[in-house]
């Protein structure tokens, strides 16, 4: 069965501190590993799609990784605004469309 | 471009009554997808319809949950009797066939709240 694991469950960074979120997967045939942020009271807000190990996405202070195993949701020198809960979710190679997710890591960045 | 719209945003039924929940995807989506968080829990899948078949329902958790999707536009789940388990917020996702890009677009969420 797919499994998808995040950690930290929470971090908390002071704005400018860079920092790493990691999320490790388990698939049996990996069609594609979704970042997504979440802000209390909203839906996912879609962030990256990485589909081979070696694969790395930018956009703005946040830049995704991909290996085997697992991304990485590497933050440079972040602000107040990108507090949020990143999820990660990962589609498998079976034909099916449907996004297996993690329990998120909750980012508080403190001015 | 409006995006995935859900109504209501928040419900609160007692144990034994039923609820409907509404879904509206992005306009042409072909595929729309409903998600469900429970409380401390991750996002899990629900169902997957294509157009108004059902693709994969394969996380529908028992038969007091009902899909629909007629006419392949909007969606709609209803739970019938609610259980106290059933508590969580319901999501819903949408995207287009035809698109390279395969990522699902979400809406704001229900939260059901059975009592």
């Known amino acids: 069965e797919d499994q998808v694991t995040q950690s930290p469950e929470a971090l908390r960074l002071q704005e400018g501190e860079s920092s790493s979120l990691n999320c490790s997967y388990t698939v049996s045939g990996l069609r594609g590993l979704f970042w997504y942020r979440q802000d209390p009271g909203k839906g996912p807000e879609f962030l990256f799609t990485?589909?081979?190990a070696g694969e790395e996405k930018e956009k703005e202070r946040l830049k995704a990784t991909l290996t085997k195993k697992e991304s990485f949701l590497h933050i440079t020198a972040p602000k107040p605004e990108d507090s949020a809960t990143y999820l990660c979710?990962?589609?498998?190679?079976?034909?099916?469309?449907?996004?297996?997710f993690g329990t998120g890591t909750r980012l508080l960045v403190s001015p | 471009e409006a995006g995935v719209t859900q109504f209501p945003s928040h419900s609160v039924i007692e144990k034994g009554q039923t609820v409907t929940l509404r879904c509206d995807p992005i306009s042409g989506h072909d595929n729309l997808y409903w998600y469900r968080r429970v409380m401390g829990k991750e996002i899990k899948f629900l169902l997957h319809f294509v157009k108004e078949s059902k693709q994969d329902e394969s996380g529908m958790p028992n038969n007091r949950f009902l899909a629909e999707r007629t006419g392949g536009t909007y969606s709609t789940l209803k739970v019938q009797p609610a259980e106290l388990e059933d508590s969580g917020v319901y999501f819903c996702a949408s995207n287009n066939r035809g698109d390279p890009s395969p990522e699902q677009y979400f809406g704001p969420g229900t939260r059901l709240t059975v009592t």
């Open positions: 990485l589909y081979s």
């Open positions: 979710a990962v589609r498998e190679n079976t034909g099916f469309q449907k996004l297996v």
